[in-house]
T-cell receptor
Framework: GDSVTQMEGPVTLSEEAFLTINCTYTATGYPSLFWYVQYPGEGLQLLLKATKADDKGSNKGFEATYRKETTSFHLEKGSVQVSDSAVYFCALSVTDSWGKLQFGAGTQVVVTP | ETGVTQSPTHLIKTRGQQVTLRCSSQSGHNTVSWYQQALGQGPQFIFQYYREEENGRGNFPPRFSGLQFPNYSSELNVNALELDDSALYLC??????????????FGNGTRLTVT
């Protein structure tokens, strides 16, 4: 079945450091890919998405490129801030059931001043 | 634009009881999905409702049931609660149709504790 694997956390960084969170997926067909962010005590917020191979999603300084050849959708940010501390979830839309998302386990990111 | 709202925010129930969680979808959205998020895990898909009909279900037993109303709000009902049902329950709304890339907009969730 469809699945998402993302790197385990917590990832601890200093402010202004470079952030990468690895995400790989297994899917039949051509899923859309998403990154969601969950701040403490809140629900999930869509951070960015990509709907086809080689698409790059970007938002708030974060970027991720849909790589079909490596089945990956790694999240990157060049210079993190303390306010980026959150849990980040990679997800794909299950191709045989539109609207259903398969999430990874999440990666906690802690940014220190 | 009103976002997704869920009620209650917190709930404590005893094993064997029944619970109803509520969700109001974002304005203009006709699809509601429910997810269960256990502590330290990613959300797991429970089911989705589109135009008042169940439109896909995850690997959850029949004691998890739902409803969607004409105004697109929704309820999640869980019967015969078990300790493992303790989790954050997330509701998400979206625009329905064939576009699987339509992003989900999540509420802040209901934290259910079963003792």
């Amino acid at each position: 079945g469809d699945s998402v694997t993302q790197m385990e956390g917590p990832v601890t960084l200093s402010e202004e450091a470079f952030l990468t969170i690895n995400c790989t997926y297994t899917a039949t067909g051509y899923p859309s890919l998403f990154w969601y962010v969950q701040y403490p005590g809140e629900g999930l917020q869509l951070l960015l998405k990509a709907t086809k191979a080689d698409d790059k999603g970007s938002n708030k300084g974060f970027e991720a490129t849909y790589r079909k050849e490596t089945t990956s959708f790694h999240l990157e940010k060049g210079s993190v801030q303390v306010s980026d501390s959150a849990v980040y979830f990679c997800a794909l839309s299950v191709t045989d059931s539109w609207g259903k998302l398969q999430f990874g386990a999440g990666t906690q990111v802690v940014v220190t001043p | 634009e009103t976002g997704v709202t869920q009620s209650p925010t917190h709930l404590i129930k005893t094993r064997g009881q029944q619970v109803t969680l509520r969700c109001s979808s974002q304005s203009g959205h006709n699809t509601v999905s429910w997810y269960q998020q256990a502590l330290g895990q990613g959300p797991q898909f429970i089911f989705q409702y589109y135009r008042e009909e169940e439109n896909g279900r995850g690997n959850f037993p029949p004691r998890f049931s739902g409803l969607q109303f004409p105004n697109y709000s929704s309820e999640l009902n869980v019967n015969a609660l078990e300790l493992d049902d303790s989790a954050l329950y997330l509701c998400a709304s979206s625009l329905g149709g064939a576009a699987s890339s339509s992003p989900l907009h999540f509420g802040n969730g209901t934290r259910l504790t079963v003792t």
